[in-house]
């Protein structure tokens, strides 16, 4: 079973910019499609972006687009989200996490493997 483990969360400044990372372990993520999602408090978990299983298709959802940017390594198995222009909104724990499909991505149904969260705090 792939586990996914998160890094790259902490305390950033508003304005600022950070990079999450979500590796894979058990396994490889080359075959599928990756996303990003985060949760604040009193919300429900959102869908920030996701990817294509080779890379050649990314969504954002609006609140983030021209911001953030979803990449990824498939030979180390790791997915990252860079964040710029970074805003007290944004403060969330973000989920990396798999979709069992290779390019489907946009619903958070099509996710079944999720990592533990990485807290990303932004502060004016």
């Known amino acids: 079973q792939v586990q996914l483990i998160e890094n790259g969360g902490g305390l950033v400044q508003a304005g600022g910019s950070a990079r999450l990372s979500c590796m894979a372990s058990?396994?490889?993520?080359?075959?599928?499609?990756m996303g990003w999602f985060r949760q604040a408090p009193g919300n429900e978990r959102e869908l920030v972006g996701g990817?294509?299983?080779?890379?050649?298709?990314?969504l954002y959802a609006d609140s983030v687009k021209g911001r953030f940017t979803i990449s990824r390594d498939n030979r180390r198995s790791t997915v990252y989200l860079q964040m710029n222009s970074l805003k007290p909104e944004d403060t969330a724990v973000y989920y990396c996490?798999?979709?069992?499909?290779?390019?489907?991505?946009?619903?958070?149904?099509?996710?079944?493997?999720w990592g533990q969260g990485t807290q990303v705090t932004v502060s004016s």
């Open positions: 996490a798999e979709s069992k499909y290779s390019t489907r991505f946009a619903s958070r149904d099509d996710y079944t493997i």
């Open positions: 990817i294509s299983w080779n890379g050649d298709t990314t």
């Open positions: 058990g396994g490889t993520i080359e075959s599928f499609a």
